[in-house]
Nanobody, 115 residues
Framework: VQLQASGGGLVQPGGSLRLSCAAS????????MGWYRQAPGKQRELVAV???????KYGDSVKGRFTISRDNAKNTVYLQMTSLKPEDTAVYYC??????????WGQGTQVTVSS
């Protein structure tokens, strides 16, 4: 499975960005897709994940501001980020997990929130 993330960049506080992650390769039976992030000097943390059936889970710090969605036909997951804060600055990693527990990571996309 290959994961190609896009959509990162520089945005001012309070602004919005949308990340996309397209899966290719042996994508059959991928159940979970989503996003984690890692800021400098910090551990990687959950941002949001979504199952193929549409169930979602968000990290506490992004609840109410970020929305994850998924297009199963396009094997793509999206992360709409609003009301961005400087503390959202991080490298955002796309992830996909099969029911067997095998997981995959994308290359990461940088999100910088700064004035």
């Amino acid at each position: 499975v290959q994961l190609q993330a896009s959509g990162g960049g520089l945005v001012q506080p309070g602004g919005s960005l949308r990340l996309s992650c397209a899966a290719s390769g042996s994508i059959d039976s991928i159940n979970l897709m989503g996003w984690y992030r890692q800021a400098p000097g910090k551990q990687r943390e959950l941002v949001a994940v979504i199952t193929s059936g549409g169930m979602t889970k968000y990290g506490d710090s992004v609840k109410g501001r970020f929305t994850i969605s998924r297009d199963n036909a396009k094997n793509t997951v999206y992360l709409q980020m609003t009301s961005l804060k400087p503390e959202d600055t991080a490298v955002y990693y796309c992830t996909a997990v099969k029911p067997s527990g095998t997981g995959y990571w994308g290359q990461g996309t940088q999100v910088t929130v700064s004035s």
